[in-house]
């Protein structure tokens, strides 16, 4: 039986529905999945066993020049590759109307979510099964659910497995070393970068090497400054997704803001403390073991506002703290 997923993005959505096809290989051991993923995370899917072909998709892209997009060839050649192969059914594992919408460019059934529980309702329309997951649970419980539910199979009772291999991509690291993931979106969602120095300073005064990845300008000049001066801090060179996932993997821990690759630090079994400000993590956090969710407090904190600050409650104390033990207990496990 041949499975095509459709879960374009974001980051963090991509990782979340790994260990569904974890739970669907091992219940039902002939399926196989190819994937359609937004393409600047297409390399996440290739690192499943469980997936064969990976199909890039450009929305983001193609929305902003949409007649470039159909004078290039773009867009007829995704549509062959998703002709290219007989499906046997279609899972929308997002929920919305830019997902639905490449499901009727299959020619077999769609399986997603009911009315009640997709982010847009409207989406469930073109659909051909429809079930129903419970909103108020974390979103990779939803996937695997829902996933059970389309494809036949009792939901296992195990703790997800995100069917990665931590070894492989991380090689032979030369030394431990922390990486801090100091990128995200929001501008509420970055944690203070004088905050930012100030650990770096702390955990080289305690002996250990930090990591700092970066993947535009800004990102670049904010590792700079956190480095500055410090010999036990590297700036990390521009590095593609693949690149980064190594070093996530390598790490002896992570700090990560609200950001994707905090997930897939995650996925990759390294310990983590994530931070938390304008988000709440109940629903979207880094889940797995080894995983510490540290929030914000205040007047603005748990908001979603994307602008406000909220995070001056949240010192380099506090995380250190959480740092430390996360440590010491993988260094004894």
């Known amino acids: 039986m041949r499975v095509l997923v459709i879960k374009t993005s974001s980051l963090g959505d991509v990782v979340h529905t790994l260990p569904a096809l974890t739970d669907a290989r091992r219940a039902c051991p002939q399926l196989r999945f190819d994937w359609v993923v937004e393409e600047g995370f297409a390399e996440i899917p290739r690192w499943h066993p469980a997936v064969d072909e990976v199909i890039p998709v450009a929305i983001r892209r193609w929305r902003k020049s949409p007649w470039q997009t159909w004078r290039s060839g773009e867009w007829s050649g995704f549509k062959q590759r998703l002709g290219a192969r007989r499906y046997d059914l279609v899972i929308d594992a997002q929920g919305l109307l830019k997902s639905a919408w490449l499901t009727r460019l299959v020619d077999a059934p769609v399986a997603g979510l009911d009315a009640r529980s997709a982010r847009e309702p409207l989406a469930t329309r073109l659909?051909?099964?429809r079930y129903a997951v419970p909103l108020e649970q974390h979103a990779l419980e939803r996937v695997r659910q829902l996933f059970a539910q389309a494809l036949?199979?009792?939901?296992p009772s195990s703790s997800a497995d995100y069917g990665l291999d931590r070894s492989r991509l991380a090689g032979q690291?030369?030394?431990?070393y922390l990486l801090f993931l100091h990128g995200t979106t929001w501008p509420s969602k970055h944690w203070p970068e004088a905050f930012w120095r100030e650990l770096a300073e702390r955990t080289v005064a305690a002996g250990w090497r930090v990591r700092l990845p970066w993947g535009n300008q800004d990102e670049r000049l904010r590792a700079e400054r956190i480095a500055d001066g410090l010999a036990g801090v590297m700036v990390l060179p521009r590095l593609n997704l693949t690149g980064v996932a190594a070093?996530?993997?390598?790490?002896?821990?992570?700090?990560?803001?609200?950001t994707g690759l905090g997930h897939l630090a995650a996925a990759l079994g390294v310990p983590g403390v994530s931070l938390y400000g304008p988000t709440r993590p109940g629903r979207v956090g880094a889940y797995g073991p080894g995983q510490v969710h540290l929030c914000a407090e205040g007047p603005n904190a748990g908001r979603g506002d994307r602008h406000k600050p909220c995070f001056e409650n949240l010192t380099p104390d506090r995380v250190l703290d959480a740092l430390a033990t996360l440590v010491s207990r993988a260094e004894t496990a």
């Not at 690291?173 to 431990?176: N, V």
């Not at 070093?247 to 609200?258: E, L, Y």
Request: glycine fraction near 8%.
């Open 127 to 129: 659909y051909d099964r």
């Open 173 to 176: 690291p030369d030394e431990p």
């Open 152 to 155: 036949g199979y009792p939901l």
């Open 247 to 258: 070093q996530i993997a390598g790490a002896s821990a992570c700090v990560a803001v609200d």
